[in-house]
């Protein structure tokens, strides 16, 4: 988990291209630290990742998928229509 305020380097990493074994491994780790932050089982978790991240953790009770079945490009654009008025 990073926490807001925390600034982060790029990185070479994505989901996308993990093995189904790799990706359910991850799964279980982003489960096990929102565990450790927040109740799973009554919280509610908003998305704005693609389905490649949604898919893994898809065991959470209550995952709102805010931004559907958009692609990236069609994510990052929403996202900024929404932000900056």
Do not use: H
Not at 52 to 74: A, D, V, W
Request: glycine share 8%; proline share 2%; charged share 30%.
């Amino acid at each position: 988990m990073v926490s807001l305020n925390k600034i982060i380097g790029p990185y070479d990493m994505t989901v996308k291209k993990f093995s189904d074994t790799k990706k359910k491994e991850w799964g279980k780790k982003v489960i096990s630290e929102l565990k450790k932050v927040s109740n799973i089982e009554t919280d509610e978790y908003i998305i704005l990742a693609g389905k490649e991240y949604i898919n893994p953790i898809s065991e959470i009770k209550n995952l709102n998928n805010f931004l559907g079945t958009r692609n990236y490009g069609q994510r990052t654009s929403y996202l900024k229509s929404i932000c900056n008025g």
